[in-house]
T-cell receptor
Framework: AQKITQTQPGMFVQEKEAVTLDCTYD???????LFWYKQPSSGEMIFLIY??????QNATEGRYSLNFQKARKSANLVISASQLGDSAMYFC????????????FGSGTRLLVRP | GAVVSQHPSWVICKSGTSVKIECRSL??????MFWYRQFPKQSLMLMAT?????????EQGVEKDKFLINHASLTLSTLTVTSAHPEDSSFYIC?????????????FGPGTRLTVL
């Protein structure tokens, strides 16, 4: 079974609007971490935001926020006020407690911001 | 933030040759480094975990004799693709873990694009 599922292969959003990228995960661990990365066409992986399983509040980093719903095992990324430079691939990833710190990535969502 | 470099950024080689890719942590010591492979329009797949001073741990399905990993120092890990073939053409990305870092412990290199003719 897939551990990280991103069901949206591609998304469009109008510039200046908000967009939500979905991510669901599967784990039996109580302690885990969830990450979102952005990968522009250059290929570099840019860290965006982190949510720990024990964090009670949703993580926020500037225009990025993570809608963490633990019972549903979802960790959706919300990008507010989209910019043209936000066009990229976005990956959700999970690190389980006893995983030697390795990350498991979802299949990614390609976001295109329309002017 | 911490910086990880990779060299070369791209390489083209003939089938049957071996290619070495370096991953360096520039401003921190990385006890653990990770090697990922990414095919076009696909996700990152972990190939192996590289620990300084010990043998790498390979993920299921990854040939350890094909993808040789050496983590000889706290700032350098190398991936050697031996006897490369066209199906090995891919984007290879490393990441390094900073032991004393915060939750964002893995820092990614810029990647190496390998094309095998």
């Amino acid at each position: 079974a897939q551990k990280i599922t991103q069901t949206q292969p591609g998304m469009f959003v109008q510039e200046k609007e908000a967009v939500t990228l979905d991510c669901t995960y599967d784990t039996s661990d109580q302690s885990y971490g969830l990450f979102w990365y952005k990968q522009p066409s250059s290929g570099e992986m840019i860290f965006l935001i982190y949510q720990g399983s024990y964090d009670e509040q949703n993580a926020t980093e500037g225009r990025y926020s993570l809608n963490f719903q633990k019972a549903r095992k979802s960790a959706n990324l919300v990008i507010s006020a989209s910019q043209l430079g936000d066009s990229a691939m976005y990956f959700c990833a999970m690190r389980e407690r006893d995983s030697s710190y390795k990350l498991i990535f979802g299949s990614g969502t390609r976001l295109l911001v329309r002017p | 933030g911490a910086v990880v470099s990779q060299h070369p950024s791209w390489v083209i080689c003939k089938s049957g040759t071996s290619v070495k890719i370096e991953c360096r942590s520039l401003d921190f010591q990385a006890t653990t480094m990770f090697w990922y492979r990414q095919f076009p329009k696909q996700s990152l797949m972990l190939m192996a975990t590289s620990n300084e001073g010990s043998k790498a741990t390979y993920e299921q399905g990854v040939e350890k004799d094909k993808f040789l990993i050496n983590h000889a120092s706290l700032t350098l890990s190398t991936l050697t693709v031996t006897s490369a073939h066209p199906e090995d053409s891919s984007f290879y990305i490393c990441s390094a873990r900073e032991p004393e870092g915060s939750y964002n412990e893995q820092f990614f290199g810029p990647g190496t694009r390998l094309t095998v003719l």
